[in-house]
């Protein structure tokens, strides 16, 4: 691992849960940072923020002027809405969000930060060869994002599971409160598992990427990012009521009638046009199905091993 001494980062959602994590290893091997944020983060050394978004283009050229290296992680993603205006952000946001960036990027070294939603419904475990079949708006948004990167010579994709850590956005927040309730029912039991990164992992990997970009090494293009081993919904919930100093009775509750039943009331939200609910039967998918990656390149190719995994962090926080 080289010092990025005398370097400059660029990093879009400099401010997010993520980009935070990128800032600050960034800044811990040396290099300046040049973020791009919608907010006001507080003011830190060595870094030197924009306020804006992709959808700028003055900004991205802005943002990206005198910077030596791009690390794109803004995206839309955790939204209750959906329905076209929704999906109309997505593209927005992460398509053409993500073609400004690449423009503006030019030959520098990119990184883009997309999702295991790429895979969808490709039977698991996903390595970086499995074709893609993106089943939700967000999957298919990343997946063109993809496309749109990996035209520059000099990029490359890190593809994370799940990401937990402190001040993760999204499904866990919900967990952290259904766990502390005296019954948590678990949708088929709590069987489907799911793969799962902390935080640390994936600016570990985007950190190891940029290496080989800057050592002029570009192939392979395609990094999936996660822990060793998947977790079961069960031992996930498990694990957070420990934490938390809970022990709640877990209800086992039948998949195939919640199926059916939330795309009853999916249907019925529809024809009244409550278009900003969210998709019950989505939510009720992501409980009952795999999400299985596989992380041997990630380990083989980069030599990056977990230091700290989401089991860990499920059960200390």
Known sequence: MTDWAGLCVAITGASGF????????ARSRGAAVRGLSRSRPPSRSGVTWIRGDVRDSARVEEWVRGADVVVHAASVVHRRARGDAFEAELWDVNVDGTDRVARAAGARPLVYI??????GAAPGPWTEDTVCQPVTPYGRSKLAAEGLVLQLDSSAVVRP???VGAGAPGSFRLLDRLVRLPIVPLVGGGRARKSLTHVSTVASVVSAIVDRLLGGKTRPRVFVATDDAPYSVREVARARAEAVGRSPLFLDLSAG??????????EVAAQAGCSRMPS????????CTDAVADNRSMREVLRV???????DYLRSC
């Open 18 to 25: 993520l980009g935070s994590a990128l800032v600050e290893r």
């Open 114 to 119: 997309s999702s295991t939603a790429v895979f």
């Open 161 to 163: 599971s799940a990401i």
């Open 257 to 266: 009638w919640l199926r059916v039943s939330g795309r009853l009331l999916d």
């Open 280 to 287: 019950l039967s989505s939510l009720l998918d992501t409980f």
């Open 305 to 311: 091993t977990p230091a700290v995994t989401a089991g």
